[in-house]
């Protein structure tokens, strides 16, 4: 009985997340979440854009407010919005960002679209990225183009805890592309990092000894 609540919580939390994200569309959703608690549910949305997740004095929360009630059957859900404050450290804004420039230039620009992002995000501080770019790119065969830049860790615990992944799609004409991201945060610590602190030095004084 209590596996069966659980599974069928987790699936409605997903499906809010899901319709959340397909009505919210290109404005640089990073993550959202769901936490319960004594007055309701709260859904808290990770962006770096929150003036268009608002909406016109409030509109689109007003909308995603009644629609989280009526088909959700949420009884007091609360929006919270909080800014992402690098989003190119963010790899989710990131592979939203190519795609939605794949499906405005086409994919006749995806190396220079690649190489920008890149360059954006290595000055943004992060240590490395990987971007691979997989589909009908640039002919008419499928194949995967592979960007990288910086130091990423590929094995080990940091490769699974630390390193940010993620990965979406664009709709082109030619067919569904699919973008990969990876990058790795400049606040993470790795294991093999090692800090030699300087030597102190200290004065000390002789003292002759007196004669007589």
Not at 113 to 137: C, R, T, Y
Not at 143 to 170: E, H, N, P
Request: aromatic fraction near 6%; charged fraction near 25%; glycine fraction near 8%.
């Amino acid at each position: 009985m209590i596996e069966r609540q659980f599974i069928a919580q987790k699936t409605k939390e997903y499906y809010i997340k899901q319709y959340i994200e397909n009505k919210l569309k290109g404005v640089g959703i990073s993550q959202i979440k769901l936490k319960k608690i004594p007055l309701g549910e709260k859904i808290i949305i990770y962006t770096s854009r929150p003036s268009l997740i608002v909406g016109s004095r409030g509109a689109n929360i007003r909308d995603l407010t009644r629609v989280l009630k009526q088909d959700f059957k949420l009884e007091n859900p609360q929006i919270e919005i909080n800014e992402v404050k690098n989003p190119f450290i963010d790899a989710m804004i990131v592979a939203e960002r190519i795609a939605s420039s794949l499906e405005r230039f086409g994919s006749a620009r995806f190396k220079s679209i690649g190489h920008k992002v890149m360059e954006n995000v290595i000055k943004s501080g992060a240590l490395g990225i990987e971007v691979i770019i997989s589909g009908k790119i640039p002919g008419a065969r499928a194949k995967s183009w592979r960007f990288y830049q910086g130091y990423l860790k590929k094995c080990g615990d940091i490769a699974m805890t630390g390193v940010q992944k993620a990965k979406t799609a664009a709709l082109l004409k030619t067919g569904i592309i699919g973008i990969q991201v990876s990058i790795m945060p400049p606040d993470i610590v790795l294991p093999d990092y090692v800090h030699i602190k300087k030597e102190l030095t200290q004065e000390t004084s002789v003292k002759e000894p007196k004669e007589g």
